[in-house]
């Protein structure tokens, strides 16, 4: 699968399909944190990719900040309808990294077109068992 960025992604015979399928944006709010919510986590990194056909294509990368969020991240997705029946969603693979942390997380994130989704990431320090030999 080859890495590409979303600009790159644009220029691809893929993407008036994926754009057609996902014409609308939903909006997704990212906040890192340790011991139960209580500790934020600054600096740490969030890549939302999609595999689309033999792409993995690299919508968002950012840091968190002090208070560990990243906001209004805005990914492509299918209009929301107001029939009661279950509504479209794309879905993206969030990943987060930080050194000193769990080496990586990674969810399954469900987009809808013009909602807010909130993704709360909980992360544990690395043990490093060196500590605790004497």
């Given amino acids: 699968m080859k890495l590409i960025s979303f600009d790159e992604f644009k220029m691809t015979d893929l993407y008036e399909d994926f754009i057609r399928e996902n014409s609308s944006f939903g909006n997704l709010k990212v906040q890192v944190f ?34 560990g969020i990243i906001s209004d991240i805005q990914l492509p997705a299918p209009v929301m309808s107001n029939s009661l029946e279950v509504p479209n969603y794309t879905i993206y693979e969030l990943t987060a990294l930080n050194p000193g942390y769990e080496s990586l997380k990674n969810f399954n994130i469900g987009m809808f077109g013009g909602v807010n989704v909130i993704q709360y990431v909980k992360m544990q320090r690395e043990i490093d068992m060196g500590d605790y030999n004497d």
């Avoid at 139960?36 to 990194?45: K, L, M, W």
């Avoid at 056909?53 to 919508?59: G, I, S």
């Fill in 34 to 67: 340790t011991a139960y919510e209580a500790i934020p986590i600054s600096n740490t990194t969030i890549l939302i990719t999609k595999d689309i056909e033999e792409y993995k294509v690299v919508f968002f990368r950012g840091i968190t900040d002090s208070s």
